[in-house]
C-alpha cells in the first residue's frame, strides 16, 4: 500500500513538474517564430489553445497560427483551416470578422475558388455589415473572377479625363 502512495505522489509531482506554463508556451513560440522555426511555433500556439482555451492569449494564437500558415508557410487550405477554426472557437472577438474575411481573400486570391469566395463574402456582409472590412467585402464581390488589368483602365480613364476637364476650364477662365 505504501508503494501504491508513493507511486501516485510520484506521478502527481512529475505531472505538476512537466506542466508548461501558458507564459513559458508564449515565450517559447515567439522564440521558435523569430528564428523563423514555424512548425515549432504552430505547436507552441496550439498547446495554448488545447491547454488554456479560456486564457487571454489562446484567441491570439490560434488567430497567429493562420496568419503562420497564410504569411509565412502560403499554405493557403490550412491558413483557411485555421482561420474558421478561429471563427469557431472565438466568435465574438474582435478579430473575428478579419478572419472571416481572410478566409473569403484567400479562396478569391490565392487558390481562384470565386464561387466559395463570393459564400464567404456575403455571409461576412451580413453577419458584419457595419464592419470596417464591408466595403471591402462589398468590392471584392462585384471585382470576382476578373482580370486586374480590367479593373485599373476605368480608374485611369476617369482620372485622365478630370485631368483634362480641369485644363479646359482653366484654359477657358483665362480666354
Known amino acids: 500500500m505504501k508503494a501504491v502512495n508513493l507511486l501516485l505522489i510520484g506521478l502527481l509531482i512529475f ?9 513559458e508556451l508564449w515565450s517559447s513560440a515567439e522564440k521558435n517564430y523569430l528564428e523563423q522555426k514555424l512548425n ?8 495554448i489553445v488545447k491547454k488554456y482555451p479560456k486564457s487571454t492569449k489562446a484567441d491570439s494564437a490560434q488567430f497567429l497560427i493562420a496568419s503562420i500558415y497564410n504569411n509565412e508557410l502560403q499554405d493557403f487550405r490550412n491558413a483557411i483551416t485555421e482561420y474558421k477554426k478561429f471563427t469557431e ?19 478569391n486570391n490565392q487558390l ?19 464592419d470596417e472590412l464591408a ?4 468590392m471584392e464581390i462585384i471585382t470576382l473572377g476578373k482580370d486586374p488589368s480590367e479593373l485599373i483602365q476605368p480608374e485611369l ?5 478630370t485631368q483634362k476637364a480641369k485644363k479646359s476650364g482653366s484654359a477657358k477662365a483665362k480666354k
Open 135 to 138: 466595403p471591402s467585402a462589398q
Open 112 to 130: 481562384h475558388e470565386i464561387d466559395s469566395a463570393k459564400i464567404v463574402y456575403e455571409e461576412f456582409i451580413a453577419k458584419y455589415p457595419d
Open 40 to 47: 515549432e511555433a504552430i505547436n507552441d500556439y496550439r498547446e
Open 15 to 23: 505531472s505538476s513538474c512537466s506542466r508548461i506554463s501558458e507564459e
Open 157 to 161: 480613364a476617369i482620372k485622365e479625363e
Open 89 to 107: 472557437l472565438f466568435p465574438n472577438d474582435y478579430k473575428t470578422p478579419k478572419a472571416l474575411f481572410l478566409i473569403g481573400f484567400i479562396y
